[in-house]
């Protein structure tokens, strides 16, 4: 099992930047994918930009060159720089992880089952 906490959600000013933070605790051996999305009020949860654990990172058109993951695998830690904020970034942003290994090497149970964990989300407000 693995518990996502998010943090570093505010309200800021147009231009402004967030640093967001997700970190991953509970019994698990390695997580392959983390990840952030997004969902604002009358709109589907959307992918922001994940990375893997080799470091390979993909990004929705609308973040890329403002927004920025980084990851700490030893902290089991997620990072999103947010820059140049708009007010279409404001959202709840949920941390998102999945390919969970368990203590065992094994791809855990819900992995297996094609299931992610997610965090409780962090509001992100962006004013204009």
């Known amino acids: 099992q693995v518990q996502l906490v998010e943090s570093g959600g505010d309200l800021v000013q147009t231009g402004g930047s967030l640093r967001l933070s997700c970190t991953a605790s509970g019994s698990f051996l390695s997580i392959n994918g983390m990840g952030w999305f997004r969902q604002s009020p009358g709109k589907q949860r959307a992918m922001v930009v994940a990375?893997?654990?080799?470091?390979?990172?993909a990004y929705a058109d609308s973040v890329k060159g403002r927004f920025t993951i980084s990851r700490d695998n030893e902290k089991n830690t997620v990072y999103l720089q947010m820059n140049n904020l708009t007010p279409e970034d404001t959202a709840v942003y949920y941390c998102n992880a999945d390919g969970v290994r368990d203590m065992s090497g094994a791809y855990d149970q819900r992995s297996r089952d094609g299931y992610s964990y997610w965090g409780q989300g962090t509001q992100v407000t962006v004013s204009s």
């Open positions: 990375i893997v654990s080799g470091g390979t990172t």
